[in-house]
């Protein structure tokens, strides 16, 4: 079993992303992320899927995803650039937030609220950085996580997707 990204762009309509998601999970794949976003051209949604399986079931993924779908792509690694955000509250006493202050700088991440008892830390970067930044992290008591999941766009200008009025894909 390995991983895949997917960018998918897709009708900009109500239950889209929920449709799609359906695809995955009726056929039995793994969704170990998704991500969606309006794209420059407010027709369209953008979905990043990242999708375990094997080569089988990940061939399959591309050829089944027809509903609403109007461009998919696997993201290669090489090829593409990927990113995924973090935010990370933290119980942090007025000992311990200089020890977590500086292992946020290391990492270039922001810290985003400060309470009495607690930080909040923002962190955006691969998802190798995000978790090597919260194995640092595994000393004091993570209190809340939430993460965005990955975005990916492909490298360079030759390989954007735009559609015109009548649904001609240029590359």
Known sequence: MHKKAFQLIVDNTSGVLSRISGLF?????????ITAGVTADPRFTRITIVASGDDEILDQIEKQVGVDVRY??????????FRELALIKVRANAKE????????????????????????????????????????????EILELART????????????????????KNL
Not at 72 to 81: F, G, T, Y
Not at 108 to 136: C, H, W, Y
């Open 25 to 33: 999970s009726r056929r039995g794949y793994n969704i170990e992320s």
């Open 72 to 81: 998919i792509r696997e993201l290669e690694p090489d090829s593409s650039v």
């Open 97 to 140: 937030r200089e020890g977590i202050i500086a292992v946020a700088n290391v990492f270039r991440a922001k810290i985003v609220d400060v309470g009495a008892e607690s930080l909040v830390i923002e962190v955006t970067g691969s998802q190798s950085k995000l978790e090597a930044f919260l194995n640092l992290l595994s000393g004091y």
């Open 149 to 168: 999941g990955i975005a990916g766009l492909t490298r360079g200008v030759d390989r954007v997707v735009y559609i015109d009025e009548e649904d001609n």
